[in-house]
């Protein structure tokens, strides 16, 4: 086949690669179109330290700290002794290292890779995932979707997991593309888990009603100094018009 079409260009990895624990598929951008990226976890007897490696850029670093954060803070509900971060360390690596990484949209993946090197559990290899992570475990939005959907579907990957407020961005994606993959839009890291390993593990994320309400806009309270003041010149305004009318 290679004598008539030439030396393959791509080659499909994805399940060779996630058939480890602890590995999980990301998504990235760059500036000749999307592709996807392996994020690898490993655990070893330590003292609580967490060292990341593949060249990352400082927002990745700061979304790899968030994730362990979170999960350290959800340690009881995955089923982890209490001491257990104290007597562990975490080393992440995102292979290709020669080519440097950053940006916020990692984080579910980052996420769910620690996750499932902690629980023991293997991600579901049919899965890319793209997401900025808070540490309160909600999903927010990125960018570069189109890139990323089509360097997925490259790859051969059938399911593509991203933020909820992301979806209307799939009109940009061509229909041919859509409809030979299938998408799950989420707000918090549990539907993340949810998807990845069949199960939340932790519980989801408690919103604010005023975060409930999507597309309203609430207001801003008044601080009592600026009541005041508002007050203040709403007086004057009265006292002179007063004057005005009198004269």
Known sequence: MAEYLSKPRFFNEVKKRTASIGVATGLAWTPVG?????I???VMPGTGKVVLTGQLGDVMKESATAAVSFLRAHSEELGLPEEYFAKHDLHVHVPAGAVPKDGPSAGIALATSIASRLTGQKV????????????TGQVL???????KVLGAKRAGIAKIVLPKRNELDLDDVPKEVRDTMSFTGVEDISEVFAQAFGDRMVAPTAMA???KRNGV????????RVGRVAGER????????GKRNRS
């Open 124 to 135: 579901n290899p049919n899965i890319a995932m793209t997401g900025e992570i808070t540490l």
């Open 209 to 211: 009603d005023s975060e």
């Open 141 to 147: 939005p990125i960018g570069g979707v189109k890139e």
């Open 217 to 224: 806009v609430v207001p801003m309270r008044r601080s009592k």
């Open 40 to 42: 690898e976890t490993t």
């Open 34 to 38: 999307g592709d996807i990226m392996f």
């Open 234 to 241: 709403e007086r004057k305004r009265v006292r002179l018009n």
